[in-house]
């Protein structure tokens, strides 16, 4: 258990909000229109269906989207515009699109990679309690990802959404880049949901264990599962049930298909 985690899951809510700025800014006079679909890439042989396209912005009425390569400005607007200048102190600020995509393809795997990450870790030291023969998660910790989460809280998903979907191209293209060229980012953007909801809820002191220099889950269950619910789990029980309600609205959004867990 690293000492300085990341607040990855609060950053899959945020970065695919980008675009709110532009939303309110770009679309808010414009008449509403009938969603078009984007043309999903073509399937290769074996690979599966699409099962969740997005709808596509109407392209023609608002202001192209920059090249991925020089997209940093235009998110980095946008997410000022959304959040405040203020909660940008916990955003990387250069290649926001890959490390989003990066991010959001690891939380299912046990390592997400703290240089691709799309945010600072949370300051402070990480706290325990007891000693390293009987070592328990400090409940202070919880604490440290509150301002993030209370970012997150204020969110409204369904703008949210409709500006992930205006941006989606730029997701798309560096979700192929990562090496699915003919992967869809929204389907594994609400495989990754369905995993962070998966997170158990515990109840009583969470028992760590120090092999060697950073403090590991002394469950091995808890040990091995996937990052982002490792990282619920370290945000505490209030913090993660903020995050889920959050996620559970969007994935309602983005498909109609009910959440597996």
């Given at each position: 258990?690293v000492?300085?985690p990341?607040i990855g ?19 808010s006079?414009l008449p ?6 984007v043309?999903?890439p073509?399937?290769?042989g ?10 596509n912005s ?11 390569n020089d997209?940093d400005?235009?998110?980095?607007d946008?997410?000022?515009a959304?959040?405040g200048?203020n909660?940008?102190q ?15 393809d690891?939380?299912?795997r ?8 799309p945010t ?6 990480f706290?325990?309690e007891?000693d390293e ?5 400090d ?6 990802y509150d ?8 969110l ?5 959404a ?10 798309q293209?560096s ?7 003919n992967g869809?980012?929204n ?5 990754v ?8 809820e ?41 995050v ?7 994935r ?9 867990h």
């Amino acid at each position: 258990m690293v000492n300085k985690p990341m607040i990855g899951v609060a950053a899959v809510v945020l970065a695919v909000g980008v675009g709110i700025a532009y939303y309110f800014h770009g679309r808010s006079a414009l008449p509403p229109s009938e969603p078009t679909v984007v043309p999903p890439p073509p399937a290769a042989g074996g690979e599966p269906p699409i099962e969740h396209p997005v709808p596509n912005s109407a392209s023609s009425q608002s202001a192209p989207l920059p090249p991925l390569n020089d997209s940093d400005r235009a998110m980095k607007d946008a997410l000022s515009a959304l959040v405040g200048a203020n909660a940008m102190q916990y955003v990387v600020p250069e290649d926001i699109v890959r490390h989003v995509v990066v991010t959001v393809d690891n939380l299912p795997r046990q390592k997400a990679p703290a240089a691709k990450r799309p945010t600072v870790a949370v300051p402070g030291p990480f706290l325990v309690e007891g000693d390293e023969l009987h070592a328990t998660l400090d409940p202070k910790n919880f604490a440290r990802y509150d301002p993030m989460v209370n970012v997150v809280r204020q969110l409204d998903m369904k703008r949210v959404a409709d500006s992930y979907f205006h941006f989606y191209p730029l997701f798309q293209s560096s979700y192929q880049n990562l090496g699915y060229p003919n992967g869809y980012f929204n389907d594994r953007l609400v495989q990754v949901i369905d995993s962070l909801l998966a997170t158990p809820e515990l109840a009583g002191p969470i028992e760590l264990s120090r092999p060697n220099v950073l403090y590991t889950f002394a469950d091995p269950k808890l040990e091995a599962l996937p990052a982002g619910q490792k990282l619920l789990l370290r945000m505490g029980p209030d913090n993660a049930a903020v995050v889920k309600g959050k996620l559970k609205e969007l994935r309602a959004i983005i498909t109609a298909a009910p959440p597996k867990h």
